[in-house]
């Protein structure tokens, strides 16, 4: 709840073997420094922090900022889209690029691996999602249907279905067999900016649907929506009935959400919150956490808690 403090570090040259001499403006100092490693503390709050070194850098596959990237469920690819325009695919090992990825007209904005690792699915400005084959490059299908930029994608268990939501304020449902969009399974009116797909806790009714389901439908039983809006709201869709389950209101747009569990899911805020919700009652939040103004861009879950990225 305290003004962000900042500061400066400024390297005065190397020591003998090979360690940086560090110095830091007011109010921090400096502690111990290796080749891997700079702790930082400031004695006025009594915080510190060590800042890491990356053990490996890949700097020659995209010229400008990274806006998205996933990584193939064995390891062993890596898919990310850039400022620069282009979309790759290339090795996690060495960061060899393998396949450019072209068909969006103007910026891709979001990209991930099917669960096989064979197959890629984008979304771009162009209010296109597309499917590219990872073994030879080619764009196997295009799904058009959207009115604006596409923000976010999600897939549905094996990827039959998959889902994307858009700045024109719906989230979609497609079959990727053939090529057509099942619904529409929300319209918010307003910039839909992420979007989130789990099993939902037993409890938690779910509606059910006006009409009966298409074949065509795989893996939507049971299952829910987050979408993350714009307008400071965070929605709870049934993805088989299509009906609202919640909605909650945060303290500034949302930019992105997941699951931690069937019960559990986290939301991040432009204005740098954090909020950890229960499916089966999201009067209030579980927590909010703070730690800085800087918007959340994205959230992960991993191991027992969660990876979140900041804007700063």
Request: charged residues 20%; contains cysteine.
């Amino acid at each position: 709840g305290k003004p962000t403090l900042y500061g400066s570090l400024t390297r005065r040259g190397l020591s003998t073997d090979g360690v940086p001499d560090i110095t830091a403006s007011e109010g921090f100092v400096v502690g111990e420094v290796t080749k891997k490693s700079i702790l930082i503390s400031c004695p006025h709050e009594n915080v510190s922090t060590k800042f890491l070194a990356p053990y490996t850098t890949f700097s020659r596959i995209h010229q400008k900022s990274i806006t998205c990237l996933d990584i193939s469920s064995g390891g062993g690819l890596g898919v990310s889209t850039s400022t620069d325009g282009t979309m790759k695919i290339w090795q996690a090992a060495n960061g060899e690029i393998r396949r450019l990825l072209e068909g969006h007209v103007y910026d891709v904005n979001c990209c991930r691996f099917f669960p096989s690792g064979l197959v890629v699915l984008s979304g771009g400005m162009d209010a296109q999602l597309k499917i590219w084959s990872a073994e030879d490059a080619s764009c196997v299908v295009t799904f058009k249907g959207h009115k604006g930029g596409i923000l976010d994608t999600a897939i549905v268990e094996r990827g039959r279905n998959v889902l994307s939501c858009s700045r024109d304020g719906t989230a979609r449902l497609w079959d990727c067999g053939k090529s057509a969009c099942l619904g529409v399974i929300a319209d918010c009116g307003s910039p839909v900016n992420g979007i989130a797909v789990g099993t939902a806790d037993d409890s938690v009714n779910l509606g059910t649907p006006e009409n009966p389901p298409s074949e065509r439908e795989i893996g939507t039983e049971g299952k829910i929506l987050l979408l993350a809006r714009e307008d400071k709201k965070l929605q709870g869709v049934g993805l088989q009935s299509r009906q609202p389950v919640f909605l909650f209101v945060g303290s500034d747009a949302f930019n992105c959400c997941t699951f931690l569990s069937s019960t559990y899911f986290l939301a991040g805020t432009q204005d740098g919150n954090i909020y950890q919700l229960d499916v089966r009652n999201t009067n209030a939040p579980i927590q909010v956490i703070h730690r800085s103004g800087a918007p959340v861009l994205s959230l992960l879950p991993y191991r027992d808690g969660f990876i979140a990225s900041q804007g700063n």
